[in-house]
């Protein structure tokens, strides 16, 4: 499912940035190689970040794109 429609990003590439380290809400475009533009992806992502994000674990500083 599209999630960001400003950056065309699916429910699965969230998932799949936030299984290898957990990150915030602001984090995720930038690990995937781009940047929020409207803000309305913002709940769904965090909606997919609690639910990949295991308990008691902190985001990541930073993260870059590959």
Not at 28 to 33: E, P, S, Y
Not at 36 to 51: M, N, V, W
Request: hydrophobic content about 40%; aromatic content about 4%.
């Amino acid at each position: 499912m599209i999630v960001c429609s400003c950056n065309m990003l699916r429910d699965s590439d969230v998932a799949q940035a936030a299984a290898s380290q957990p990150l915030r809400v602001t984090q995720v475009h930038a690990c995937l190689g781009c940047r929020p533009r409207c803000g309305g992806c913002f709940a769904t992502i965090k909606q997919i970040l609690d639910s990949t994000m295991p308990q008691g674990s902190a985001p990541a500083e930073a993260c870059y794109a590959q």
